[in-house]
């Protein structure tokens, strides 16, 4: 897979804001939001794409009959060249590049584990009409997150994931924060927003699981999206039950599910 050209960037986030799935973390990366890596199968002519995302998170993009292509992206999955120091979920689209995939993979079944993305769409009466108040004598503050949270949240689906600092998620997102006993407990932050949609990343400190703190972090996030007008956008893995779950609660409802790709290290 060869770079491609930056100058081309601006033109493909524009092609995927017509997707019919969710790419907003592809174009978090092409619109400059995070530094991730973007690749294709012909930097003279691009027909595909592999766009990274720091988080750990690709999307293979376009054309899917170029064999030299297919080659690459299997040595790249299983990692031959040792360019990925880490595991990373793909994803695909169109759908044509489903059996292509399945195909290539199939040689090294051990190193790719099959998953799904799914999609959801908000429903603004279901999240009214059930939505929880934080009990009256739980000891909890939500705030936005500032500096200090977005440096000292821990996890993994965390601000310093998206964005690459502080400054530029304080100026250019929003979030907030769940404290409980005074201790930096849960986030709920925009992993990408613009004008029109802002999709929801959610972490809590392990400490503080199981006890609502997410739902309340979340709940926060979607009375900004109301009334600011942006559309909520939730996306997870089909196996993290404990994330659709919260979805659900949220007035969130499944619209789209699709193979995810675990390209092991």
Known sequence: MKPLDPTAYPLLAEALKSAPINTLFARAVLEGKVNGKVYTDNPSHPGAYYIVHPYGMSLLWGDSNDGAFHREIRDYAFNAGGQRQSDEWLQAFPASWDPVLDQLFSEKPQQVEVDSRLNFTFNADTYLAQRKAVPADAPVQITTVTREAFNGMTGTVIPASF???????????????????????????AAFIDTAVLEI??????????????????AALIDYCLEKGLEPIWACRGSNTGSRKLAQQLGFEISKELPFYKLRV
């Open 201 to 218: 990343g959610i972490e809590t400190c392990a400490p503080y699981r199981g006890k609502g703190l997410a739902y309340h972090s979340c």
């Open 163 to 189: 964005w690459n600092n502080a400054d530029e998620f304080v100026s250019r997102s929003i979030g907030y924060s769940v404290y409980y006993d005074q201790a930096l407990a849960a986030i709920a932050f």
